[in-house]
């Protein structure tokens, strides 16, 4: 009889991506494979998608605001009916351990692993613990963590650095298809400018103002959002796209240098492939400040150059390019020297030997 994992995650597409990097690994091995999301959440687009033979089940979950909301008194009602479904589902499908990424939607589901008395390992992949994960932590079995100073804020007899865990089809990239695929050529290096799903206006301003100047130094791969294209700007060494999806890892493979928030699986991403990056954290008016600790983290480490989003004009947005590409050797050098991360094996050998 196979053994069953029940995968839990959600709310944002870094709450899916380990998930989706494991799943194909258990599959392999013969598991049955559940997954637990919310009704409307970014996880089910991106599960059913990826894995439409997967059964796909939903729950109802609060959102756990840390601001006044009047949502604030209903929310913990919905969490409590999310756990029963999630009990329901956990007693249905028998799972000999439960994986949670984190997210409002995983909360329901590792209390309710708890009363099953199944075992739950918990990812967490910022600096310091998301809401979520804080509220699960004492129903967790065991807690990896991707940075090494999270471990120092969790239960030390629980927790254990296992660094990112990286997509395997992120290594298959292949320089000459992503050259094909652009049309360039490789006398000048070449400069990846992502902002996240939704692009960052800030961002985009900033490296059109200064197009001129890059473009001497530099052909572009600028990866600016959804609506954010513009097609008057386009020319050579200068290539624009909402989002790259299948083909990106023949992108990464030809890039020298990359320009990005500091979401934590992306900037692990990076890491693995050794791609020295100048780093531009959401500001803490727009988040709960943890891409500026991830950010302090690589700096502090040396893989990485920062500036803040509160201090991005074009002349400090290009002084950093420069000093980027100045330090070169320095960040490679440091990033060549970092602690090996899990691999997809090391991470399924370890959740094997928890399974109940």
């Given at each position: 009889?196979?053994?069953r ?6 709310g ?12 194909p ?8 494979i559940?997954?637990?999301?919310s ?17 796909y ?15 604030n008194?209903?929310d ?10 999630a009990?329901?589902i956990?007693r ?13 939607v995983?909360v329901?589901?590792?209390?309710a ?14 600096v310091?613990?998301g ?6 932590v ?8 991707t ?18 865990i ?14 094909r ?5 490789n006398l ?16 985009n ?11 001497n ?10 609506g ?36 934590s ?8 492939l050794?791609?020295?990056?100048l ?6 008016e ?5 891409q ?6 690589f700096?502090k ?20 390019v ?11 050098s ?11 094996q ?11």
């Open positions: 009889m196979s053994k994992i029940l995968f839990t995650g959600g944002s597409a870094g709450h899916v991506t380990v998930n989706t990097a494991l799943i690994h258990f599959e392999k091995e013969g598991w049955a559940t997954y637990i999301g009704k409307d959440g970014i996880e089910k687009e991106i599960i059913t998608d990826q894995f439409p033979h997967i059964p089940k939903e729950i109802s979950s609060g959102k756990l605001r840390r601001y006044f909301s009047w949502k008194f209903s913990p009602f919905r969490v409590m009916k999310g756990v029963l479904e009990l329901s956990i249905k499908t028998k799972p000999d351990i439960i994986f949670s990424k984190g997210g409002f995983s329901p589901v590792v209390m692993a708890k009363i099953a008395k199944v075992p739950v390992a918990i990812h967490e992949s910022d310091t613990p809401l979520a994960n804080k509220l699960a004492p129903f967790a079995t065991k807690i990896f963590t940075f090494p100073e999270t471990v120092n804020v969790l239960p030390a007899e629980k927790s254990i650095c296992a660094g990112a990286i997509r395997e089809e992120l290594f298959t990239g292949d320089e000459k298809e992503g050259r695929l652009t049309g360039y050529h000048k290096p070449v400069l990846m400018i992502m902002g996240g799903s939704l692009g960052a206006r800030k961002i301003e900033a490296v059109r103002s200064n197009l001129g100047d890059l473009l130094h530099f052909q572009i791969v600028h990866i600016c959002g959804k954010n294209v513009e097609p008057h700007m386009e020319q050579p060494g200068y290539k624009q796209y909402e989002f790259i999806k299948g083909d990106l890892p023949h992108y990464l493979a030809m890039t020298d240098f990359v320009i990005s928030r500091a979401g699986n992306s900037i692990f991403e990076f890491l693995a050794k791609k020295p990056m780093l531009i954290p959401l500001s803490r727009a988040s709960r400040g943890d500026i600790l991830n950010a302090n983290s700096v480490h040396g893989y990485a150059l920062k500036l803040e989003e509160e201090e991005v004009t074009a002349e400090t947005f290009l002084q950093h420069k000093e980027l590409e100045s330090k070169r050797d320095e960040y490679v440091a990033m060549e020297n970092a602690d090996k991360a899990y691999t997809i090391d991470m399924y050998e370890e959740l094997s030997t928890m399974s109940k």
